[in-house]
């Protein structure tokens, strides 16, 4: 055996694991999925399972409550991705500026999202409530009428999102930390001998060249935005009045509470180019911004 | 500690586990186990715990075990698990459920036990209740309780508000005036002049609006089997709940108070399940009483549902048996699972003296007559997050009761059609 062949075989040895498992638990189920999107497939009612071509996804088109849902996402996606970002993107800062302590803060801060999100969100629920809840006392306290954090249709989806934020926060700022971190110190001294300012600094060098890791922030945060459904449904239940039901829980009902596998799925291929499109236009848009 | 110390150590563990399983493995060959799956994760499962160690020193020939979920999860499992035909050997189900349980095929015949010389005789149920389970002449399950909503009362409060009895006792308003006055002498005010204890509070919303359902004679099909949520008795059902909040005699939709609410002593009366009983019994210091849902329609009425005990269709003859004989035993010794908070499926259990002793139980019991099950139908998810939005649009003064009623209705119509189309469709 020749040595180049040899090495060949010893690279498909060590990615048969990865292989088998991503064939077994990804590769797979989306085929499965895929076909099920074109079949009225209802697990109560097996003998009527059938092909019916694109008619899944048409129904979703005309169905109020999948776009009602999409909405409730898109309108998370448009609340805490930018807050995600901005709020990272400070921490990241502070802490960068930080000359003692940091990896206690950057440890402290990484801490929420080592939780479960059953975990957090049940524990945000608690801090929501609205007679017994810690905001509604600390608002209270300081003399505010207290604020139906959940109960309310206008305060339920920011509420979801600041549980959000809490919770991966710290993935977000960790990673942006270490991109600042990697710029070079000398780019900042020369700058600031030539008599840059501190907006200067954060203007032209920080942020044009923490743009390839923000391309990266920005794109996985919004994937994670579409995907939302443990906090949302965690925190409402999907309410008041369905406005804080994501797509992802409205497959989830379709799927598993009302047995219609085959809406569920294409429901799922929909909100996969849905996500698509938005995470190609923006790494579209983000690219042609750091080159 | 040395290496060959550690080894040795972790091969000793290794040879005891060993030997304690082999053991478990051989105890437990020469028995049927039957695996009992149910959603009573909160006090009613410790009940149905200590019946099943009952069983199990009664019956040594057979091992029941048992496995809670919660009920959200509990029915896509239970569903996943029948379809891959690793279904439990008995399971419970709600009634408001069996229609999608039994068309999906998944509910054994059980006639058998309503026949024969061992068999549960059917006029110990009541019709309505038998007739849940019931699906042309075969019986798929046997109902074990009946857990209607009903009326809590904090008894100090009523006692405050003068609501007694000619002992001296607590006593629940029976009808609509005596409900509003009871809201309203037991409202306080705070120093700001806003409520500070509620005379009522509306607890799941939906549960209680469906409760008023049958006391306005209102319905939630016709007999075609099409939708009538918008028919005259539900709109005065929701118009009464709408009127209780436009009087301030519940807290505003945003609060959160309800059944936490009530058992803060910040809430005097709420609706509830008679299952909520293990909860309140947990709490030293709370006065309570329970009693039916006062008249506040035409006449006495509520919602209610059953437990129903189900049999997996596959299973041989020595398991079927076995599993008969719990499911058999659970019915006959229903007067403990009542002990659970709630009201057992036999007549002859609840005409018991035992039972008369359990005040709530009791007076919720009182309710069977007059009592509606959710409809039967295999779109009863769908159906109930119409009525959660119609109810909560109207709470909320977001639309008129007939106004949200039409639009749920027109809902279901298009649900109704649909699960009819898919139905029928041959492949």
């Known amino acids: 055996m020749t040595y180049t062949r040899k090495r060949g075989m010893d690279a498909w040895l060590f990615m048969t694991p990865y292989t088998l498992s991503f064939a077994a638990f990804i590769l797979v189920p989306v085929l499965v999925s895929l076909t099920l999107a074109f079949m009225q497939f209802d697990l109560t009612s097996r003998n009527s399972i059938q092909f019916v071509g694109t008619r899944n996804f048409s129904d979703a088109l005309k169905d109020d409550y999948f776009w009602q849902a999409l909405k409730a996402t898109l309108f998370f996606v448009v609340l805490m991705v930018p807050c995600m970002i901005t709020t990272g993107l400070a921490m990241a800062f502070g802490m960068n500026a930080m000359t003692r302590g940091r990896n206690t803060v950057r440890a402290l801060l990484f801490l929420p999202g080592m939780l479960n999100v059953a975990v957090a969100s049940i524990l945000w629920g608690w801090f929501y409530n609205g007679e017994f809840g810690l905001f509604n006392y600390l608002l209270k306290g300081w003399g505010f009428a207290p604020k139906p954090w959940l109960s309310d249709r206008s305060w339920a989806m920011p509420s979801a999102v600041g549980m959000n934020l809490w919770w991966a926060v710290g993935g977000t700022s960790v990673v942006l930390l270490a991109a600042l971190q990697q710029i070079p110190r000398s780019i900042f001294e020369a700058a600031v001998l030539d008599g840059a300012g501190n907006s200067a600094l954060l203007n032209r060098i920080s942020l044009p060249l923490l743009r390839p890791v923000m391309l990266f922030v920005v794109v996985t945060n919004t994937i994670a935005g579409f995907q939302v459904f443990g906090p949302t449904f965690l925190l409402t239940r999907g309410g008041p009045e369905l406005s804080t039901r994501a797509l992802v829980q409205y497959i989830y009902e379709t799927a598993f509470n009302n047995y219609r596998l085959g809406y569920g799925a294409a429901m799922s291929w929909l909100l996969f180019a849905v996500v698509a499109t938005f995470a190609l236009v923006q790494y579209r848009f983000l690219k042609r911004s750091v080159a | ?427």
Not at chain 2, 412 to 422: G, L, P, S
């Open chain 2, 1 to 427: 500690m040395g290496a060959k110390t550690s080894l040795f150590l972790l091969a000793l563990l290794a040879v005891i586990l060993g030997f304690a399983r082999s053991d478990f493995s051989v105890s437990s060959h020469h028995k049927l186990h039957i695996d009992f799956w149910n959603g009573w994760t909160g006090p009613d499962g410790r009940v149905a715990l200590e019946m099943i160690r009952q069983f199990n020193q009664e019956n040594p020939d057979v091992e029941v075990s048992m496995q809670r979920m919660e009920w959200g999860t509990y029915y896509n499992k239970l569903m996943v698990a029948e379809v891959d035909g690793r279904g439990p050997a008995v399971f419970v189900i709600h009634a408001s459920t069996l229609p999608r349980m039994e068309q999906a095929g998944f509910l054994a015949d059980v006639r058998d036990m309503f026949e024969g010389p061992r068999a549960l005789p059917t006029s110990d149920f009541d019709d309505y209740v038998l007739n849940q389970v019931k699906y042309d002449q075969t019986y798929v399950g046997v109902p074990l309780d009946i857990h209607p909503q009903g009326l809590y009362c904090n008894a100090d409060m009523l006692k405050q508000a003068g609501f007694v009895d000619a002992n001296g006792n607590a006593r629940a308003p029976e009808n609509k005036e005596e409900f509003v006055r009871a809201i309203k002498s037991m409202q306080k005010l705070d120093a700001s002049g806003h409520p500070d204890t509620w005379g009522f509070a509306l607890t799941l919303w939906r549960n209680n609006f469906q409760a008023l359902i049958p006391q306005f004679d209102g319905r939630y099909m016709d007999e075609s089997g099409n939708a009538d949520l918008d028919c005259k008795g539900n709109v005065e059902a929701l118009e009464f709940l709408s009127s209780l909040e436009k009087q301030h005699l519940v807290p505003p939709p945003e609060n959160g108070l309800g059944w936490v609410g009530y058992r803060q002593k910040k809430v005097a009366m709420v609706w509830d399940g008679v299952y909520m009983l293990g909860d309140l019994k947990r709490l030293e210091d709370m006065p309570y009483i329970g009693a039916p849902i006062p008249v506040l329609g035409h006449h006495a009425g509520t919602m209610a549902d059953s437990h129903v005990l189900c049999i997996q269709k596959t299973m041989s003859p020595e398991r079927r048996d076995a599993a008969e004989r719990f499911i058999r035993f659970l019915s006959e010794h229903s007067i403990q699972w009542a002990g659970a908070g709630q009201v057992p499926a036999r007549k002859s259990v609840r005409n018991s003296a035992e039972f008369a002793k359990m005040p709530v139980q009791y007076a919720f019991s009182k309710q069977i007559p007059t009592m509606m099950y959710p409809p039967r139908t295999h779109i009863l998810f769908e159906l109930s997050l119409e009525i959660d939005l119609a109810v909560e649009k109207v709470m909320r003064g977001r639309a008129t009761p007939d106004e949200a009623l039409k639009v749920a209705n027109k809902n279901c119509q298009t649900f109704i059609d649909r699960d009819r189309r898919e139905r029928q469709a041959k492949p």
